[in-house]
């Protein structure tokens, strides 16, 4: 698979909320190879220093092919502080697509499930999908103001379901609350569930899809030093108990068969 490793110039930085910000640059190559699902690894560097010497692996939020990339990240620690201290004109070393992303349902209706920042690579997801595709997107955040790329999904023409933890938006819950109502009431048999957001999030919407025998696939994050399969750093779990799964080589989407959720799944 193309990988490029690029000095991108960064086109816009836009704050979200009090932590969440949309970069976006011009990456032409990345984004005529990306697939839904896959990442890059993004070098920050404060102004005079080397400093901090890794990349940081950042999900494709969106493409305009042959042009641009986004991301959509929460500023959590040093890293992702300095990222949003880049301003439009700056440039960023950047490789990627990295990673495997979602494989595509084949005439299977699909459920996207984002909690949080879990719209990183759904909206990706949701854009790609195959226009006869019929797509139930279920966002949950804590509050209204912390849901993502709502206006985006629904722009698309998806069914689009909001959930919040204090009601503020959508109806109060967890996504899990109306994945099983979509579930049991639903006019589609076979849905194609794809996740990502927390791990408790992710394990509970894998419970669901196992025992109604459907497909799931889950976007996983581990902490990454290289990206592509050089330090073994991103390992998980498997669930046959035999070995890891590397997130940045064989995932980050998997097959949430695959994975070990905990000792209670
Ligand atoms: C494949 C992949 C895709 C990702 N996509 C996105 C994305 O689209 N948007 C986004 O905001 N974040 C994403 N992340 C997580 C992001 O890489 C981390 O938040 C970032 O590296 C933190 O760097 P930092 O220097 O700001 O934080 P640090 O100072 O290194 O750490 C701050 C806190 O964040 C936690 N943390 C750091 N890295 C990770 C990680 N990889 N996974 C879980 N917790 C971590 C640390 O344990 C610590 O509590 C992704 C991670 C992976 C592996
Ligand atoms: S991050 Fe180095 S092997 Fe996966």
């Known amino acids: 698979m193309p990988r490029f490793d690029i000095s991108a110039e960064l086109t816009g930085q836009i704050q979200l909320t ?10 032409g190559e990345i984004a005529d190879a990306a697939t839904p699902g896959q990442f890059c690894m993004v070098e920050v ?4 220093s080397r400093d901090p010497l890794l990349r940081r692996p950042l999900s494709i939020h969106r493409v305009v092919r042959g042009k641009k990339i986004a991301f959509l990240y929460r500023n959590v620690g040093r890293g992702t502080r300095l990222l949003s201290r880049y301003s439009p004109g700056e440039r ?3 490789l990627g697509p990295l990673g495997h992303g979602f494989q595509m349902p084949s005439g299977h209706p699909a459920i996207l499930v984002g909690g949080g920042l879990g719209s990183a690579p759904l ?8 226009r006869d595709s019929r797509v139930t997107v279920i966002l ?9 790329s709502v206006d985006q999904f629904t722009a698309l023409g998806h069914r689009v379901l909001l959930t919040t933890e204090d009601g503020s938006l959508g109806r109060q819950g967890l996504v899990t609350d109306v994945l099983s109502e979509v579930l049991t009431h639903g006019p589609d048999s076979r849905p194609c569930i794809f996740s990502c957001g927390p791990w408790p999030m992710m394990k509970a919407v894998y419970a669901m899809a196992h025992k109604r025998g459907l497909s799931c696939q889950v ?6 030093a290289c990206g592509i ?13 035999r070995g890891y799964l590397h997130v940045c080589t064989e995932g980050p989407i998997f097959n ?3 994975v070990f959720w905990g000792p209670s799944q």
């Open 219 to 224: 976007s996983l994050e581990a902490r990454m």
């Open 256 to 258: 949430a068969e695959e």
């Open 18 to 27: 009090h932590d969440i910000f949309l970069l976006t640059i011009e990456a």
């Open 140 to 148: 949950g955040a804590r509050t209204g103001k912390e849901l993502l």
């Open 123 to 130: 909206l990706f997801l949701a854009e790609e999908l195959p």
């Open 229 to 241: 399969g050089l330090c073994l750093g991103c390992a998980v779990p498997c669930r046959d108990g």
């Open 45 to 48: 560097r404060s102004a005079h």
């Open 92 to 94: 960023l070393h950047v």
